[in-house]
Structures are given as C-alpha cells and as structure tokens.
C-alpha cells in the first residue's frame, strides 16, 4: 500500500492551523482532509499557498449540509456555496455531506435533506466538486445526522442517480449494523471515501473519542477485505477524532496514524 495514496484528516489536529496540518501532511507524506471552519478561520488563500508551497494534495474538505435546520435559511445556504467556493479553490475533489439531525420528524428531517441536495448539487456540479454523503452513528441522530445507517445515504445517492453524489463510508460511524456487508454491496457504486479509525471501549465522547487503528474493538481487517471485495479502489483517510493528548510530537503521531494504516491495509489483503 502506498503512502501517497493515504489521506490524514485534519479531524485529528484541530488544535494546529491549518498550514501547520498542512505541513504535517507534507512531512509524513500523506494527503491531506481538512475542515470548513478552520480554513475558513485561517483564510482560503493563505491555505491554498501553503498546500502549493508544501506540494500537498488536498483530496477532501469537511463538510457542508445541516439541511435538516431550516432549508430556507438563507445563512445555511450561503455557508454551504462559501464551502463549495473553498473546494473549488483548494482543488478539492470531494466534499463531505452531514446531512443534519432530526430537529422535528424523521419524516420532516428526509424532506428536508432530499430538497437541499437538489439546490445544492447543481451548484456543486457547476464547481466541479463531488459530494459525499456520510452516514454518521445512531448516537448523533440529534445533532448531526439523520441519516444512521449507510443503506439510507445509499438510497439517497439512487434517488439522485447523479456522478456528483455518493458517499463517505467512515467505519466509526457504520461498524456496528448487522447488515453492513449487504449495505457496503449495494453502496459499492457510489463510495467516493472510506474513513478509518477504531472504537474504544468505554467510549468517553460521542463525536471525538476515537481510537487509532488496532486500539479498538472493530473488527478492521474484515472491513478492509469487505470493502475490497465490492471494488472499491479509492482513498483511505484516517481520521481519530480525539481529546486525548497526543503522544510525542506531531509528526510522530502522524507517522503512526500512518504506519497504522498502511500495515492495516497491506496485512488486511
């Protein structure tokens, strides 16, 4: 498995700048993830500088959506075109989609994701940004996301029948559904990313108590070689989203997030 082909989310260092993770991401020879609200904080021109000068790729940029809030809020909408205007800027490939929590009904919530991917993905389309819905676990379905499981997102990115729509498969999120395997099958056509890290037992944080691959209890070899099998040939990002501190510096901690993932994917085959 090739280093060059392994992405590090910026997910996992959100206490550095993001031309400081731009410069971890050049020293441990990864490419790079990186989030809406701290390049935005940093400013997009003094982020797409550093990539250039760093010679780092940017491959994917978290995250627009929320449209379960109001899907008439003209705020939202202007902060999701802003994120799509970043992507097209940063040379992104792929922008990930949480979608919202469900603030009233499940149905009101599908309603309201199903209206604003169709205002949103013309708009996308036209930047030549893809968009990748991610399905988060069912402990976020309040606050970040209503859709749970992967085989909703699937059904979303069929709806919409679009090259510009598909989806993040994060194992974090996905690992626990007993009918994973016939899920990654039928979602196989639209995976434009897969995410790793482990789940640690206890979990101390619903969003950021996750664990480096091998630290956990999820059974990431049979994911790999599941994922594998249906085909799937694109990039694999590690993202720990973690309050711990990190152990040595962090270039050290990149390395390992590195070594980790590399050796999970070439021992997993």
Not at 73 to 102: Q, Y
Not at 159 to 175: K, M, N, P, Q, R
Not at 239 to 262: I, N
Request: aromatic share 8%; glycine share 6%.
């Amino acid at each position: 498995m090739s280093h060059d082909s392994l992405v590090l989310s910026q997910g996992s260092f959100l206490d550095l700048s993001t031309p400081e993770f731009l410069k971890v991401c050049a020293d441990s020879g990864m490419a790079a993830s990186v989030w809406d609200i701290p390049v935005h904080h940093d400013s997009v021109d003094v982020v797409a500088k550093a990539a250039e000068d760093l010679g780092v790729e940017v491959f994917s940029l978290c995250r627009l959506g929320y449209f379960t809030e109001d899907d008439h809020d003209d705020a939202r909408w202007r902060s999701n075109l802003a994120v799509l205007d970043t992507a097209a800027r940063l040379g992104v490939e792929t922008v990930v989609v949480v979608v919202g929590g469900v603030t009233t009904t499940f149905a009101e919530a599908e309603s309201r994701i199903r209206a604003g991917l169709a205002r949103i993905l013309p708009e996308a389309q036209a930047r030549g940004v893809r968009l990748a819905i991610e399905p988060f676990h069912p402990m976020l379905v309040a606050e970040r996301s209503s859709v749970s499981r992967l085989a909703q997102a699937t059904a979303l990115a069929e709806e919409f029948a679009s090259e510009w729509l598909g989806i993040t498969l994060d194992v974090y999120h996905v690992w626990w559904d007993p009918d994973l395997t016939e899920s990654v099958r039928a979602a196989a056509p639209h995976l434009m990313a897969v995410d790793l890290s482990d789940w640690l037992v206890p979990t101390t944080n619903l969003l950021r108590g996750r664990g480096r691959p091998g630290d956990g209890v999820i059974d990431l070899p049979g994911f790999v070689r599941l994922v594998d099998s249906v085909g799937y040939t694109g990039r694999w990002q590690v993202e720990v989203l973690s309050d711990e501190p990190r152990p040595g510096s962090d270039l050290d901690y990149a390395l390992d997030l590195r070594e980790r993932t590399a050796r999970l994917l070439t021992t997993a085959r």
